[in-house]
């Protein structure tokens, strides 16, 4: 395992170096000195053939176009990455890609998981994603996707398109979306109903104060209750859904 925390862009080619000579390594884990600290990786031509584990935390420029190379890669987590160019289709040959994660990670308009890619990707989590507006799930896209969690991406205004088809899909999980992205799953007349109902689980999480609380229960519960404008209690802590969503 390699774990540096503090870069900076001057560290780029030298760190690169380092990675490029260390034919076992199997876990990454590289943090630049701020979240807009540049993360300079492109000198890798290369890489360790046997890394499972990525986790970047930095600005980069773009992905580095080494990591779709990776045929062992299971987990990748891009953390205040900014990248302006969609990062699916270059992650799309990753055979082995089980776990993947996007904090603002991404700063594009749209997410396209195409047709017969992503076969393996059983956690996928998108956070702060401030400017996407749309995603979309092909059919024969995801097809082990058990967990999805999608929060405070604030332009994301409707369920996104596909999840129907995801028939391994164990858990939704949404953190802060807007009070009409909620509404539009409602049992009785919800626009996008159609598309979660067939989802074990739905989670949803809303800032109560300094507190972060986590109500879970199946969305036919949860949206009569915003629709009535009742309280939802849990934890022995109440909050009325239909001011807070």
């Given amino acids: 395992m390699l774990g540096i925390s503090n870069i900076t862009a001057e560290h780029g080619k030298a760190l690169c170096a380092s990675i490029k000579s260390m034919d076992h390594l199997k876990i990454l884990a590289l943090s630049s000195i701020s979240e807009d600290g540049i993360l300079n990786l492109q000198s890798i ?67 396209h998981f195409e047709e017969g890619g992503f076969r393996k990707l059983k956690k996928l989590t998108l956070k702060k994603l401030d400017r996407l507006k749309m995603m979309k799930i092909d059919k024969g896209a995801l097809p082990l996707l058990e967990q999805l969690e999608i929060g405070q991406c604030p332009k994301l205004k409707e369920v996104p398109s596909g999840i129907q088809h995801l028939e391994n899909l164990k858990t939704l999980d949404f953190s802060e979306v807007p009070r009409n992205f909620l509404l539009g799953m409602q049992p009785d007349g919800g626009k996008d109903y159609w598309i979660v109902k067939k989802v074990p689980t739905i989670r949803f999480r809303y800032r109560l104060k300094e507190n972060d609380i986590k109500y879970t229960s199946s969305v036919t519960q949860i949206c009569r209750s915003v629709c009535k404008g009742e309280s939802w209690r849990t934890n022995g802590h109440a909050v009325s859904m239909k001011d807070k969503v």
């Fill in 45 to 111: 031509s290369s890489p360790p053939q046997f890394l499972e584990h990525i986790i970047l935390r930095g600005r980069l420029e773009e992905l580095p176009n080494w990591i779709p190379k990776l045929q062992n890669l299971v987990t990748l987590g891009l953390y205040f990455s900014g990248l302006e160019e969609d990062p699916l289709k270059h992650l799309l040959p990753l055979p082995n890609l089980t776990n993947l994660f996007l904090n603002q990670g991404y700063d594009g308009e749209e997410l």
